[in-house]
Every structure is written in structure tokens, then in C-alpha cells.
């Protein structure tokens, strides 16, 4: 599979401002990577700092950067979401990505096909309590709700032990579950994005 061409971009949903260090950025650099690895060229936006007004339009006016980032998510092949564990729950800055995506419902190609059709999209999940599969649950069923087709086992994640105070950025090397996780994720989303560069979703009905 020639995926040369293909290109993939993260939105990184940690509440930390750049340039301090995040755990979530950290695994989305690893996600990338290990796309990058199989010829994808690759790019990552830290959310939080963009000012992404509340709402479910494609733009929202008023200084809203959103339109910039829509663009960004739109001319690429595979979206990654990366986003800490807060009370066992993603955090507010992916759940506005997820908002804001949900105008795509309404927007359709040239073909008339949804928008975000033949898109990829994989999740990464950092936190110090259990919610991993929570959170990539409700990632993937907004994400297909929105036309993202999912990779098979297209998410990799860590957890800590429950009342521990270690980051994942300060783990003394990668896990081996969480970095065999990502890389086979990563392969099958690469797979996944060639084949339906090669062979598009038809107009539904």
C-alpha cells in the first residue's frame, strides 16, 4: 500500500497551554511517530491553544479559530484525538472538538457524499484513573457518527494505578502494551486510509 501521499494530523486536547510539557501531546507525538514511520506525512495542533468558541457551526465568528483548525482537519486523511482522563471522562477541550465536528453532519463533497467520509480517525488516551475505554467509546461513536471510518483496535491508551500521582511524560520509557497498542493501531489506520484513497464510500442511497 503506497502511502507516500497520505497525511495525518493530531488535535492535541490537553488543558495545558504550550510550551509547558502534557502527557497527551507526548503519546500524540508517538502516534505520529508511527504513522510518519509508514511514509504519512504528519502535523498536530495543541487545542487549547487556539481560541475554539462553543458551538456547532463551522464558524462561530467573533475571533473564533475554529475555521483554521476545520481546515487543517478536512485536508487530511487520518485525524488523531488525543486527550487526557478527567473524573473519568475526556477532557472539555475534546469535547468541544467533538461540538464543533458536528456541523460536518450538514456539509457534503462534490460527489454529495458526507464530508468526512474516507477519513481515519484513531484515539489516544492518557490519565492517573481508570476511563480509557469510556472515553474511546465516546470518541469513536461521535467520530462515526461524523462519516470517520475506525481502524480495528485503532486506540492506544494509558492509565496509571488509581490515587497514584505519575504522569505518563514521566514514565522512564514507554509501556510496552501502550507502544504495541500504537503501533499496530497506526499500521491499520495507514492501511485503512490507502484503501479508501484508492476506493471511495459511495453516495448513500
Not at 508511527?34 to 487549547?48: D, E, F, P, Q
Request: proline share 5%; glycine share 6%; hydrophobic share 40%.
Amino acid at each position: 500500500m503506497d502511502s507516500t501521499s497520505l497525511t495525518a494530523l493530531a488535535l492535541v486536547c490537553t488543558l495545558t497551554p504550550s510550551p509547558d510539557s502534557s502527557s497527551s501531546d507526548l503519546l500524540a507525538d508517538q502516534f505520529l511517530d508511527a504513522l510518519g514511520s509508514h511514509g504519512v506525512s504528519t502535523s498536530k495542533i495543541r487545542v487549547v491553544d487556539h481560541d475554539v468558541k462553543p458551538g456547532v457551526q463551522t464558524d462561530m465568528g467573533n475571533g473564533d479559530e475554529w475555521p483554521s483548525i476545520r481546515e487543517r482537519v478536512l485536508a487530511a486523511d487520518i485525524l488523531l484525538i488525543s486527550t487526557p482522563t478527567w473524573a473519568g471522562h475526556m477532557s472539555s477541550v475534546a469535547s468541544r472538538v467533538v461540538e464543533r465536528l458536528d456541523a460536518e453532519l450538514s456539509e457534503t463533497d462534490a460527489a454529495g457524499r458526507p464530508i468526512l467520509y474516507d477519513k481515519v480517525a484513531l484515539v489516544a488516551v492518557v490519565g492517573n484513573e481508570d476511563g480509557a475505554h469510556k472515553i474511546s467509546a465516546d470518541l469513536f461513536q461521535a467520530l462515526n457518527d461524523y462519516g470517520f471510518t475506525i481502524p480495528a483496535q485503532g486506540v492506544s491508551y494509558w492509565n496509571g494505578e488509581a490515587m497514584h500521582t505519575t504522569d505518563y511524560k514521566d514514565l522512564d520509557s514507554t509501556p510496552e502494551v501502550t507502544a504495541s497498542a500504537l503501533s499496530a493501531a497506526a499500521a491499520n489506520a495507514v492501511h485503512l486510509a490507502g484503501l479508501l484513497r484508492s476506493a471511495h464510500y459511495p453516495k448513500p442511497g
